[in-house]
C-alpha cells in the first residue's frame, strides 16, 4: 500500500489534490453533522451571529479557501507548504460548496428542497476530483499518445470535439454528463447524441416543430426521473439531511 501511494500520488505530486479532497469530504461531512444537530437543537453547537447577524460558514469557507489556495500554490507541489495549503483550501471549499444553494438563490435555503442542490454539487465536484486523481485530464488530452500530443493538429481536433461534446450535453439539459464529459469524454459524447431534456435550449430550439421528437422527450425525462428521482433523494437526505417541509430560516 505505501509503495502504491509513493508511486501513484506523492511520486507525480498528487499528495496535495489527495489532502484536498479529503479535507473537502471530511469539512463538509462534519458540516453537515453539526447543523443537523443545530437543526435539531441537540449538542452544545448553536448558530454564529454576532449582534444578531447570522454569519453563515460560507464566509470563512471563502476565507480559508483563497488563504489555502494561494499557500498550495505559491509552493513546489511536494512541499510541507503546498500540503498544509491544500488542506486549508479543501476545508474552506467544503464549506463554501455546502451553501451552494445559497449563493446560487441569493436566499437561506439550507433547508428547503432548494437545498439539495448542495449537496448534489459537493457530489458531483467529490467524484470530479476524484478522477482528476485517478489521471483523468480536461476533454480526455491524457487519452493522446506521445506523438500525436506532438502532432499540433490531432491535439487540436481532440480538444475541439471533447468539448464540442461538453457543450451538446450541456444545451440539451444534461449538466451531470457535460461536467463528468469534461474528464471522459465518452459520457459527454453519450450525452451528445441523446434526446434532450424538455425545457433545456435545445429542447425549446429544434423540438418546437417536432412533436414527436417533444413527446419522446418528455416521456424519456419521466421515466429516468422515476426510476432514479427517488433513490436520488434518499442519498441526498441520508449525507444532508430532508429538507423542511415549509422554507426554513434557520441555519
Known amino acids: 500500500m505505501g509503495h502504491w501511494l509513493y508511486r501513484n500520488i506523492v511520486e507525480p505530486g498528487k499528495l496535495p489534490m489527495l489532502l484536498a479532497l479529503a479535507s473537502f469530504v471530511l469539512t463538509f461531512l462534519v458540516t453537515r453533522t453539526v447543523t443537523r444537530m443545530i437543526r435539531a437543537g441537540r449538542g452544545p453547537f448553536r448558530n454564529v451571529t454576532p449582534g444578531g447577524l447570522h454569519i453563515h460558514h460560507v464566509v470563512p469557507g471563502v476565507v480559508l479557501a483563497v488563504v489555502g489556495g494561494f499557500a498550495s500554490l505559491g509552493g513546489d507541489r511536494r512541499s510541507v507548504t503546498a500540503c498544509v495549503g491544500a488542506v486549508v483550501f479543501g ?12 449563493i446560487l438563490h441569493l436566499d437561506d435555503v439550507y ?9 448534489e454539487v459537493v457530489v458531483l465536484a467529490a467524484a470530479l476530483a476524484l478522477l482528476v486523481l485517478g489521471g483523468s485530464s480536461p476533454l480526455g488530452v491524457d487519452e493522446l499518445t506521445p506523438d500525436e500530443r506532438q502532432d499540433r493538429a490531432a491535439l487540436i481536433l481532440t480538444l475541439v470535439g ?8 450541456l444545451v440539451k439539459g444534461k449538466l451531470r454528463m457535460a461536467l463528468i464529459g469534461t474528464l471522459v469524454p465518452l459520457i459527454a ?5 441523446r434526446l434532450a431534456r424538455p425545457g433545456s435550449p435545445w429542447a425549446r430550439r429544434f423540438y418546437r416543430a417536432r412533436p414527436r421528437a417533444r413527446a419522446r422527450s418528455l416521456l424519456r425525462a419521466a421515466r429516468h426521473d422515476r426510476r432514479w428521482g427517488g433513490l436520488r433523494r434518499k442519498f441526498q437526505d441520508l449525507i444532508g439531511g430532508a429538507p423542511d417541509r415549509l422554507p426554513s430560516r434557520k441555519e
Do not use: H, P
Open 91 to 102: 476545508m474552506g471549499v467544503g464549506l463554501v460548496l455546502d451553501e451552494f444553494a445559497l
Open 111 to 119: 433547508w428547503t428542497e432548494q437545498g439539495r442542490q448542495s449537496v
Open 162 to 169: 471533447n468539448f464540442l461534446f461538453v457543450v451538446l450535453a
Open 189 to 193: 459524447l453519450v450525452g451528445a447524441v
